[in-house]
């Protein structure tokens, strides 16, 4: 088979053009790297450069001159992502580590080498481990989660609140998803600006991403040690008891995995839905208006701006075809998100509204598709909430085009969104302790790996006594009917003359606030 490659893996690139040369983004041979100034200031560019070069699969460029494939069609993504007999996961089928052109010290090293957990796995063992993964997740309280969402996000916003500006990329959306996802894995304690420096350098393919990656491992590693010993109602604990029976590096893996994929994507989420507020007046106006919910928007931005632009990656079982292209046995490709929800056989028309849609990519496809998803989308709806209910004057403080990005293959990362508004009153916090955010599961729930379709409910003949109230629950006299413990969306009867704040209240009692 040809292939577009002008060098393979295993020899030595030519020169690198200076930045500033108007060639900078091609290699010898006029193939387009996919790192470096012209992917990382303008991707959407680049990608309609490459969709006219060479259709919906192009060959491109990565660190170091590596070949490699970008998937730009939206079929063509969801079929390479559907497909793993013939996509796999499994980097090390990758021809250019079997030959060594690719150092163990790369810098996109933490993103390919491989590591026992379920994103690397195919198959049985595939199963094994996002059974384990979905399972764990599942105990997760989401009503819980957006309490603290909605608590995390008000003690944010007291610390710029009196100040009348504040950049809420660095001094927001940076800190919500670490503080909540630390919480959710039983350290809030490891929470800090260190760890979160660390997990935004480790997937930048930059000089201190393995130093980065090794600071996030230890401590993942200490809190499975800790769990090991004494396990507690969070997610370290669950992925340790559960009947998979993984070990300590596969738990510690896994959790490194959710961390920065839940971190990375909700962090970008929730900067590029503040940054259409401010920056686009129908979006804004709509939002303000009623005419679109928060959850709504959040949806909206991840068809325009999803958080993660590109997967790496997928390993070619065997040559194939795919786009036209003729792909060889161990080749290297990348699930193209940005450009797959751009595509224009299925958006040609990229100012239409996509409400009620969610055939977008942006949390992939397949067996491989994000299992947190709900999550992510809790932290960016609650957060970006909670922002806008105690700053609802929000400006942008810069013109819009003074606004910069750090891109890299992975995402690309709003760097500041300065904002100004009158000053506010802080909010009171309270001092609790954090509390339990899982609901009980019978360990027969468990289950080993992820069922291949919905399994028939068993037949029972005994009568299944209500949910034992929580330990810290406060007892109501009979009398008085107390709010249930499920969030019903509307009441089931609602007067006309029903005063209309008890509903705000129940309302934003669901909400946490």
Request: aromatic share 6%; net charge negative.
């Amino acid at each position: 088979m040809t292939t577009p490659f002008h060098h393979e893996p295993g020899t030595a690139p030519g020169p690198v053009p200076p930045s500033e040369c108007p060639a900078h983004g091609l290699a010898p041979g006029g193939l387009r790297r996919f790192y470096g100034p012209e992917a990382e200031n303008d991707p959407a560019g680049l990608y309609d450069k490459l969709r006219a070069e060479h259709g919906t699969v192009a060959p491109v460029l990565l660190h170091g001159d590596v070949p490699a494939w970008l998937v730009l069609g939206h079929s063509e993504n969801l079929h390479m992502t559907r497909t793993p007999s013939q996509f796999s996961r499994d980097s090390r089928r990758w021809r250019a580590l079997q030959d060594g052109s690719v150092a163990p010290d790369h810098p996109l090293a933490p993103i390919f080498t491989w590591q026992p957990v379920c994103v690397f796995a195919d198959g049985a063992n595939h199963e094994r481990l996002r059974g384990a993964v979905t399972d764990s997740m599942a105990r997760i309280d989401t009503r819980g989660v957006r309490r603290h969402v909605n608590r995390f996000s008000n003690r944010l916003v007291n610390d710029f609140c009196l100040k009348g500006t504040a950049d809420v990329v660095s001094q927001f959306a940076d800190h919500l998803p670490m503080m909540v996802m630390c919480a959710i894995f039983g350290m809030p304690e490891e929470y800090d600006d260190r760890l979160v420096q660390a997990a935004r350098d480790m997937t930048r393919g930059t000089e201190t991403a393995v130093a980065s990656n090794a600071h996030v491992v230890s401590a993942l590693s200490g809190l499975v040690e800790r769990r090991r010993a004494a396990p507690a109602p969070d997610l370290a604990s669950w992925l340790l008891e559960h009947p998979a029976s993984l070990t300590d590096i596969e738990v510690t893996e896994h959790l490194r995995l959710i961390l920065i994929a839940a971190y990375e994507s909700t962090a970008n989420l929730i900067a590029n839905v503040l940054r259409m507020v401010l920056t686009d007046p129908r979006f804004r106006a709509r939002l303000s208006g009623g005419h679109m919910t928060v959850p709504e928007a959040v949806e909206q931005t991840l068809w325009d701006e999803p958080p993660f632009t590109a997967v790496f990656g997928r390993w070619a079982v065997g040559d194939t075809e795919l786009g036209g292209q003729q792909i060889k046995a161990g080749d290297a490709l990348l699930v193209g998100i940005a450009p797959a929800n751009t595509d224009p056989a299925v958006r040609p028309d990229l100012s239409a509204d996509m409400e009620g849609n969610r055939a977008h990519l942006a949390f992939s496809g397949g067996p491989h598709e994000c299992p947190g998803q709900d999550i992510g989308r809790a932290i960016a709806d609650v957060g970006v909430d909670a922002l806008l209910m105690r700053l609802p004057d929000l400006e942008l403080g810069v013109q819009e085009s003074e606004l910069r990005w750090i891109g890299n293959i992975m995402s690309r990362h709003l760097v500041e969104l300065p904002v100004k508004f009158e000053p506010a009153p802080q909010h009171e916090i309270d001092a609790d302790p954090l509390t339990l955010m899982s609901r009980p599961r019978s360990r027969d729930d468990w289950e080993v790996s992820s069922p291949a379709g919905p399994a028939p409910a068993p037949a029972r003949t005994t009568t299944v006594p209500p949910p034992a109230p929580a330990p810290d629950a406060v007892p109501q006299e009979p009398a008085v009917p107390a709010v249930p413990d499920r969030a019903p969306a509307i009441p089931r009867q609602r007067v006309p003359g029903a005063p209309a704040r008890l509903w705000q209240a129940l309302s934003r009692w669901w909400s946490g606030y």
